[in-house]
């Protein structure tokens, strides 16, 4: 096969990659390198008595990001507070988007999945999210089948018992993020309290090292939090983060803030904001 054919076949490809790297890694940047890294491997390799070109190269690019987890593991690195959102306009998704937010991949998943351990990991992703077999699980594991299938099951329980399912009405979410937004301007801690659920969690990310960087639970607590950083000279622009509810905030038109809401029984069960500036530089943003 000529180097442009392969390229070719393999385009037809990079969507679904990206969309189980992300997954695997959490980071839209790290799931660009493990695709290419990929590419990369397939270029080098003979294809030519593979009959499922997709289902290899997803196992490909499942190695790789598991390597690149061992490798998080292996020098205690701690899993940021915010995983990279995706992040679309309210009414519109292109192919990209659709592929990496297939399965429903809100960001209170993304979460879970980043407390799995790497086995954990791989093991649950492949199988329940891209319908890799366990045998071939297993095989990337250096694991028998089933001891792939109760890794599988282990994590599974643990995203079925993480936290509170997000509401499945756009409209109603949305009206919720508003009311949050009303009340934080408004500084009206009462009303904050009322739209947020008793148990909400707050994950703040505004850079590594950073004080800032920090995890709040219970809905005094967060409103607290809401009303120290409503700020009044910023302006919102409502967007989907992984397909849910969310605002970008920028300042003298900067994005400065990506704000993503869980909201469950039509409170806010959950708030992701990122503000590391290095990391949404290099995040793409839709049109504001």
């Known amino acids: 096969m000529s180097d442009r054919a392969l390229a070719e076949q393999f385009d037809e490809h990079r969507a679904h990659l990206r969309a189980v790297a992300y997954r695997l890694l959490g980071s ?14 397939l ?7 593979v009959a499922n070109l997709g289902g290899w190269l997803t196992t490909v690019t499942g190695r790789i990001c598991l390597d690149m987890l061992r ?4 020098r205690r690195e701690t899993f940021v507070a915010v995983p990279d959102p995706v992040v679309s306009a309210p009414d519109t998704m292109d192919p990209v988007q659709e592929a990496l937010l297939a399965e429903s991949v809100g960001m209170a998943l993304t979460i879970v999945l980043e407390e799995l351990s790497p086995a954990e990991r791989l093991a649950f992703v492949l199988h329940d999210s891209f319908g890799v077999p366990f045998d071939e699980v297993g095989a990337l594991l250096g694991r028998t089948p089933a001891a792939a299938k109760q890794l599988a099951s282990r994590a599974r329980k643990r995203v079925r018992t993480a936290g509170p399912r997000p509401d499945a009405d756009p409209a109603g979410q949305r009206a919720a993020v508003d009311a949050f937004f009303g009340a934080a301007r408004a500084g009206d801690f009462d009303a904050l309290v009322a739209v947020l659920d008793p148990d909400v969690e707050l994950r703040v990310d505004v850079g590594a090292g950073a004080p800032g960087s920090v995890l709040v639970r ?23 983060v992984n397909g849910a509810a969310g605002v970008v905030v920028t300042v003298a038109g900067r994005p400065v ?4 809401f869980t909201v469950s029984g039509g409170a806010v069960a959950a708030i992701t904001v990122l503000s590391d500036p290095d990391r949404l530089k290099s995040l793409p943003l839709p049109p504001l």
Not at 71 to 74: A, D
Request: hydrophobic fraction near 45%; proline fraction near 4%; avoid cysteine.
């Open 218 to 240: 219970g809905a005094a607590a967060v409103a607290r939090r809401a009303l120290l950083f409503a700020r009044p000279e910023a302006a919102l622009h409502p967007v989907l």
């Open 28 to 41: 839209l940047h790290e799931a660009d390198d493990a695709v290419q890294e990929t590419w990369l491997r």
């Open 257 to 260: 803030t990506v704000m993503g």
């Open 71 to 74: 490798s998080r593991t292996s």
């Open 43 to 49: 270029s080098r390799s003979d294809t030519s008595a």
